[in-house]
């Protein structure tokens, strides 16, 4: 019975070997035409979903809700609720040079950098808004910025006024 049970299991290891012997590596493919087309039609789903409004969910919702229009078009990608790009960075410095269209800044790690700066792009100092040519070399800045083919394109700019180093004491004995 040892024997049989041996040769058995020597037999089936053999035949394991030669079938993965013979056998080719796989090959590694994409998603088949029905995975495909199983995905897009989730992504359809999903998107309609988006575009239709429940009125059961309009009943939950509460009396604020009713009577508002809502929107049929899918948002576009990137884009938060003022329908601006997100910002994708953000920088800080001192300023070196405004022109009439960029801000010239030195940032944290001592590297020049430029910004543009166009029409809807947020201005501020002291949470008022301002005009680029408010901004004078050596005012402090916070730039949201896009990263865009052309360079940085400022979203919003917060400028602070610049600070002057403090005066020696006079009063003070000098260092040694």
Not at 3 to 10: E, I, P, R
Not at 22 to 27: A, L, M, V, Y
Not at 30 to 57: D, I, T, Y
Not at 69 to 88: D, F, L
Request: negative net charge; glycine residues 14%; hydrophobic residues 30%.
């Amino acid at each position: 019975m040892r024997g049989t049970a041996g040769l058995l299991a020597l037999g089936l290891v053999g035949l394991g070997s030669l079938w993965a012997c013979g056998r080719e590596e796989p090959k590694i493919e994409g998603p088949s035409a029905k995975q495909r087309e199983g995905r897009s039609e989730v992504l359809r789903g999903l998107m309609a979903s988006k575009e239709r409004v429940e009125p059961e969910a309009l009943k939950a919702a509460g009396e604020d809700v009713k009577g508002k229009a809502v929107s049929t078009q899918p948002m576009p990608e990137g884009t938060g609720g003022s329908g601006r790009p997100e910002a994708q960075g953000w920088a800080a410095g001192k300023v070196s040079w405004v022109g009439d269209d960029e801000v010239l800044f030195v940032d944290g790690y001592g590297q020049e950098r430029e910004v543009r700066v166009e029409e809807g792009t947020h201005l501020r100092r002291d949470e008022q808004s301002v005009e680029l040519r408010d901004l004078s070399e050596g005012d402090e800045i916070r730039v949201t910025y896009e990263d865009t083919n052309a360079g940085w394109l400022a979203r919003d700019l917060e400028a602070v006024p610049g600070r002057d180093a403090p005066a020696p004491d006079p009063t003070s004995p000098p260092l040694r």
